[in-house]
């Protein structure tokens, strides 16, 4: 049984940074594709960042050279280093697995999910 489990959300100044974790259990985040994404109220949920089992990154144009994503596996975990933050950044973030995808960034590639964490930047 597969779960994700997100943390790290919060309330932050435009400017400010925060990091989010996800803690997986049931996968070996050594094995699998993981994925950063978020929803704002009304809008379609998008790709944030991603990481291949090798380590390869990706990230939508929005947040490049503002996020950062990163893993241990030894802890499995999947980090979302945030920093400059702006109101656009405001939403819901969730982080995703699946074994394997052509296209980190592809929410309909995944197929496992965690419950999201609120980030709000006023």
């Known amino acids: 049984h597969v779960q994700l489990v997100e943390s790290g959300g919060g309330s932050v100044q435009a400017g400010g940074s925060l990091t989010l974790s996800c803690v997986g259990s049931?996968?070996?985040?050594?094995?699998?594709?993981l994925g950063w994404f978020r929803q704002a109220p009304g809008q379609q949920r998008e790709g944030v960042a991603g990481?291949?089992?090798?380590?390869?990154?990706k990230y939508t144009d929005s947040v490049k050279g503002r996020f950062t994503i990163s893993k241990d596996n030894a802890k499995n975990t999947v980090y979302l280093q945030m920093s400059s933050l702006k109101l656009e950044d405001t939403g819901m973030y969730y982080c995703?697995?699946?074994?394997?995808?052509?296209?980190?960034?592809?929410?309909?590639?995944?197929?496992?999910w965690g419950q999201g964490t609120q980030v709000t930047v006023s």
């Open positions: 995703a697995a699946v074994w394997w995808t052509t296209d980190t960034l592809r929410s309909e590639n995944y197929k496992w």
């Open positions: 049931g996968l070996s985040y050594d094995k699998y594709y």
């Open positions: 990481i291949t089992d090798r380590g390869a990154t």
